[in-house]
């Protein structure tokens, strides 16, 4: 007889319990849709089991899909629009372009071209684990600025890199090896993402938003140029980026930390693999045509109507892998965790996003916004507290463009009502946008990726992540604000 495999009683019931508190006994507040309300119960109900490790994170995404639709809180008034409300996730090119950029990275394990770019990175800074680390950050800070999709840039590039270096120092995820080095790097990798985005307007897709919405708020005399905000960011994030590895460092110290042999070792796995195989060039080939799509090189070639989004760049990537043979569609399916992170970075982003639609993030905005006015601080408190709100906040937003455009109007303008100069707190709010990615596995679509390869524990994840983003604030406000005065920005 096959062995159950339930839900854990005890993480199961303390979910369902807040689920119910929120639903049936804290009163939906005035000016409340109570269908917000009751998805805010089960949006944190569905956290709370995640984090409790109910059932796979799956299977937990799953019975929150079934619990939307049955429930009808985006849609009472008809059962096949419901169902279709819970399903839409599914219709995010977001989610796609995170499982197809699992699938294609498979290519790099496949045709040995990632271990041979692994050794190679190895050859040049392996002599310490911290030296891979910060060369790590140096590629992809040279990618961010041509990489508009921050997730085909941490997930799609960097990380198969990563993992390449980590498999060879016999650090796997699935056979309890990580701890040698494959979770240190995995944490340094992500958490090197939401730094380079914050560096460039192109660094990812929201910020020209962020430029637009304080132009619109503060006059086009507070417009950010590429150039400003590439000015502004530099000095900030030099010392994130140099500080970061070193944090994480301390907090889950790898097992291997000196290897002086390391780049001896890395030359002569090279010389074993010998010269580079025609799957091997192929799959250079194809993420070499998948930068310069993710890159937008097509439209500033040959013009706008030339411009390829990213998620159909990735699937042009994984379709060339398919046709040449460099992957089968055997080894797609065979993927569990790119199917894996669909499910369940669909159901999250679905739930987000109808608490925006239906006018939850709104109100909460506008209240806190009213609140932090009656309680007559100065401004520089109160942009203080505006922004420590915005970032963490982020906890319930498996987007940035969606938490961007849920509350950057609403606290920027709040910000400015309580005398804060437009610059100073536009560049606070714009940096931390991309700040705000370090605290979840789903905050942003670099995430799921990078932590789905299983290198790392949730509870680790969260701790690196909330750690990261008070040092990232303290460096980016403190240090940033004397930066920017300096440059007469405000």
Same mark, same amino acid.
């Given at each position: 007889m096959n062995k159950l495999t339930p839900l854990k009683p005890v993480p199961t019931l303390i979910a369902v319990l807040i689920t119910l508190i929120i639903w049936f006994l804290i009163p939906v507040p005035e000016g409340v849709n109570p269908d917000a309300w009751h998805l805010l119960a089960l949006f944190v109900g569905t956290i709370v089991a995640i984090i409790g490790k109910a059932l796979p994170i799956?299977?937990?995404?799953?019975?929150?899909?079934?619990?939307?639709?049955?429930?009808?809180?985006?849609?009472?008034d008809s059962t096949k629009a419901a169902i279709a409300d819970a399903l839409s996730g599914f219709s995010n090119d977001l989610i796609w372009l995170i499982g197809i950029s699992i699938m294609v990275s498979m290519s790099l394990n496949k045709t040995g071209l990632g271990a041979r770019i692994g050794y190679y990175v190895i050859s040049l800074f392996g002599k310490k684990t911290l030296g891979i680390a910060y060369s790590l950050a140096i590629a992809e800070t040279l990618l961010a600025p041509v990489t508009p999709s921050n997730t085909a840039r941490g997930g799609g590039i960097m990380h198969p890199i990563m993992r390449s270096i980590a498999d060879s120092f016999g650090s796997k995820a699935d056979d309890g090896t990580t701890g040698k080095i494959g979770r240190y790097l995995s944490l340094v990798n992500y958490n090197i993402n939401p730094i380079t985005s914050a560096m460039f307007i192109t660094a990812t897709a929201p910020n020209p938003l962020i430029v637009s919405l304080i132009v619109s708020e503060a006059g086009g005399a507070n417009e950010l140029t590429w150039a400003?905000?590439?000015?502004?960011?530099?000095?900030?994030?030099?010392?994130?980026?140099?500080?970061?590895?070193?944090?994480?460092?301390f907090m889950y110290k790898p097992e291997i930390t000196s290897t002086p042999n390391a780049p001896h070792f890395a030359k002569e796995r090279l010389k074993q693999l010998g010269s580079i195989s025609l799957p091997e060039v192929i799959t250079l080939g194809v993420f070499l045509l998948l930068l310069l799509m993710w890159a937008g090189v097509p439209a500033m070639l040959f013009g706008p109507n030339y411009s390829i989004n990213p998620t159909t760049a990735a699937f042009i990537g994984l379709g060339i892998l398919l046709a040449t043979g460099v992957i089968s569609w055997d080894d797609v399916l065979k993927n569990k965790g790119a199917?894996?992170?669909? $499910? @369940?970075?669909?159901? #999250?982003?679905?739930?987000?996003?109808?608490?925006?639609?239906l006018g939850l993030i709104k109100w909460m905005s506008i209240s806190v916004g009213t609140s932090i006015d009656n309680m007559g601080v100065s401004w520089v408190w109160g942009a203080l507290i505006l922004v420590l709100i915005y970032v963490y906040s982020h906890y319930f937003f498996a987007s940035t463009t969606a938490h961007i455009t849920a509350m950057f109007a609403a606290f920027f303008a709040a910000g400015l009502a309580l005398g804060a100069p437009p610059m100073l707190l536009g560049l606070t709010l714009a940096f931390s946008s991309s700040l705000m990615m370090s605290l979840t596995h789903y905050g942003t679509g670099t995430a799921p990726i990078i932590f789905g390869s299983g290198y790392t524990t949730l509870s680790e994840w969260w701790k690196v992540g909330f750690v990261m983003s008070v040092v990232n604030l303290i460096i980016w406000i403190g240090?940033?604000? $004397? @930066?920017?005065?300096? #440059?007469?920005?405000?």
């Open positions: 799956g299977g937990v995404a799953i019975i929150a899909i079934a619990l939307v639709a049955v429930t009808g809180v985006t849609n009472p400003m905000w590439a000015v502004a960011a530099f000095v900030p994030a030099l010392v994130s980026l140099i500080l970061m590895p070193l944090v994480i460092y199917w894996d992170t669909v $499910v @369940w970075f669909a159901a #999250l982003v679905m739930m987000a996003s109808f608490l925006g639609k240090l940033g604000s $004397v @930066w920017w005065k300096f #440059l007469g920005y405000w």
